[in-house]
């Protein structure tokens, strides 16, 4: 069965204080990984898609990279308004689903 | 802005009755999923819908249904509803039948008292 894990479950970052945000995942092929950032009470919102291992992507202050097994989701020099839930995803090719992990619950301090 | 959409955004109602959520997709996009949101559970995949007809099938009980019309716009019928069915409710929208990223709606938030 296909399983996304996410980690830490809670981060909390100084303004300014670069970290990482991990995705575990097992799928059966790997279609997609798949990374949104959600508002409380809002709807996910898109950030990245990663089809193969080795692909990286980039977005003001948020990068994501893929590897066989995991995904990162780095985050240089972060800003209050970064605070989010971060959410990945996964969808293999035997089925249309996206298999969300559980999330990472970020607090940017200022 | 997704540029799906989703009504009502609020739902409150009482356990035994039935409620409709609707969602209209992005424009130019053929598929609509549904997903539910709930504090213990996370974010959970209902059922999908391409061009009108069915397509996957996730967690959804037998007391849910969905269709999608010709206008591509989705509704997630629950029915019988327990207080367990308090959650968020999720449209997301994608172009074809898999694999493209689903941009998601604002939700509908139910409350069963």
């Known amino acids: 069965e296909d399983q996304v894990t996410q980690s830490p479950e809670a981060l909390r970052l100084q303004e300014g204080e670069s970290s990482s945000l991990n995705c575990s995942y097992t799928v059966s092929g790997l279609r997609g990984l798949f990374w949104y950032r959600q508002d409380p009470g809002k709807g996910p919102e898109f950030l990245f898609t990663?089809?193969?291992a080795g692909e990286e992507k980039e977005k003001e202050r948020l990068k994501a990279t893929l590897t066989k097994k995991e995904s990162f989701l780095h985050i240089t020099a972060p800003k209050p308004e970064d605070s989010a839930t971060y959410l990945c995803a996964v969808q293999a090719y035997n089925n249309n689903d996206m298999r969300f992990g559980a999330g990472t619950r970020l607090t940017v301090k200022p | 802005d997704s540029g799906v959409t989703q009504t009502p955004k609020h739902l409150i109602t009482a356990t035994g009755q039935r409620v409709t959520l609707r969602c209209s997709p992005r424009?130019?996009?053929?598929?609509v999923y549904w997903y539910q949101q709930s504090l213990d559970q996370g974010l959970q995949f209902l059922i999908q819908?391409?061009?009108?007809?069915?397509?996957a099938k996730g967690n959804i009980l037998e007391r849910f249904s969905a269709q999608q019309f010709p206008d591509l716009h989705s509704e997630l019928n629950l029915s019988s509803l327990e207080l367990g069915d308090s959650a968020l409710y999720f449209c997301a929208s994608s172009v074809a039948v898999g694999g493209e990223t689903q941009y998601f709606g604002p939700g509908t938030r139910l409350l069963v008292l």
């Open positions: 424009s130019g996009d053929l598929s």
């Open positions: 819908y391409y061009n009108g007809e069915e397509r």
């Open positions: 990663l089809y193969s």
